[in-house]
């Protein structure tokens, strides 16, 4: 069972509907199971070898530095993601989010592409 849940702040019109959780890539729907179930092994699969992650300014190339990525900024530090919203791109999925945990704690959104089913490109802003 996804932990993929509507942030209770949210504005109903907003809300993600169910056909669009469903509609969610198993890639993304894994990063926040992965992240709110505290499970790195699973997150770190989400990602292609040579996945770029860009958190704000700065830059993340390859899963050796997600993985620190996620140890700094995101599983080690008890992050918890809400889903606010999802649309559909161009190249990929836009996610308004909210975090919680002991690292950055406020709203914000997270841009996918995906190649071959995995996430090749994820930017934080």
Not at 52 to 60: C, F, M, P, T
Request: proline residues 3%.
């Amino acid at each position: 069972m996804s932990s993929i849940t509507k942030h209770p702040a949210n504005d109903a019109a907003f809300a993600p509907t169910p056909k669009a959780l469903d509609e969610l890539p198993e890639a993304i729907r894994q990063f926040i199971d992965s992240t709110n179930g505290a499970d790195g092994h699973a997150l770190l699969a989400c990602f292609n070898n040579d996945a770029v992650l860009i958190d704000y300014d700065r830059n993340y190339a390859g899963i050796t530095a997600i993985t620190d990525w996620n140890r700094t900024d995101n599983i080690g530090v008890g992050s918890r993601i809400s889903l606010l919203a999802i649309k559909s791109c161009f190249q990929g999925f836009r996610l308004q989010v909210a975090v919680t945990g002991n690292g950055f704690n406020g709203t914000g959104q997270m841009n996918f592409q995906l190649f071959d089913g995995k996430i090749t490109l994820l930017v934080i802003k």
